[in-house]
């Protein structure tokens, strides 16, 4: 009885990378929408701290309108408290699409080009793997810095106290760092937001040609299987698919 290799194909374990990549990006993309969105309810809870801080200058009941500024700012920490979770859950997606992009490239190096189909699928796959691991490691940084200044907003925002309220300039200071801090906070998110999107695309477009590559490299060992003793042609897949751009 003929001894049946377990061995997978590199091909197909470049396949499972791939796949493990798009799945990692579309999970960070996610999380960067959260991400975005909390930021915004950020900034609409500092507004709504600066209206109070403008009326308390404006009005007689000026205490009043300085502890509904100090409430805002305390809702404005509650916003922030959010992200660091966020930000740590991001980091890990992007950090496994990373490692997967880095396994998909060390597996399509190793792999035996010389069927030309399959030569084909690898020569289209390897640089849109290479693209994709490069927006992926810029996205990284942007994410980090954006929780910085996501935390710098929320520990300008705990530096009004209750006896900080008799003293106006300290709550308009506080304002003024927190805002400065998520407006960067925001802009690093819209750019995260962008990156994160050609992340994406490059991780969509890398899974139609890994399928095809699959498929083909299934079709090869269903034939090796059906004719162990056949000619070596008869393990090259149908015709189509990434056959077609065989020179």
């Known amino acids: 009885m003929p001894v049946v290799t377990t061995s997978v194909p590199r091909e197909l374990e470049a396949v499972d990378a791939v796949f493990a990549a798009e799945q990692a990006v579309q999970r960070a993309r996610r999380v960067v929408e959260e991400f ?25 009941r000026g205490g009043f309108y300085l502890e509904a500024a100090a409430e805002h700012l305390g809702r404005l920490q509650t916003r922030c408290n959010e992200l660091p979770n966020l930000a ?54 942007i994410a980090r810095l954006a929780s910085e200044h996501v935390e710098s907003a929320r520990q300008a925002s705990r530096e009004v106290t209750a006896p ?36 994406a695309s490059q991780a969509h477009e890398s899974v139609g040609i890994a399928t095809e590559i699959s498929d083909n490299a299934r079709a090869r060992m269903d034939a090796h299987r059906d004719h162990p003793g056949g ?17």
């Open 36 to 60: 975005g969105e909390v930021v915004t309810s950020a900034l609409r809870v500092l507004d709504d701290a600066e209206l109070d801080s403008a009326k308390s200058r404006l009005s007689d």
């Open 231 to 247: 000619h070596p042609a008869s393990h090259s897949p149908a015709a189509g698919g990434l056959s077609a751009d065989t020179r």
């Open 164 to 199: 900080g309220l008799l003293e106006p300039q300290t709550l308009e200071r506080s304002l003024r760092a927190a805002g400065s801090q998520l407006d960067r906070a925001d802009e690093d998110v819209r750019l995260l937001e962008t990156v994160v999107e050609r992340a």
């Open 88 to 141: 740590t859950e991001l980091d890990t997606h992007l950090g496994r699409a990373a490692a997967a992009v880095d396994e998909a490239r060390a597996r399509l190096a190793d792999v035996d080009t010389s069927d030309p189909a399959l030569a084909a699928g690898v020569e289209q796959l390897q640089p849109r793997v290479a693209i994709l691991g490069e927006v992926v490691n810029l996205a990284r940084p």
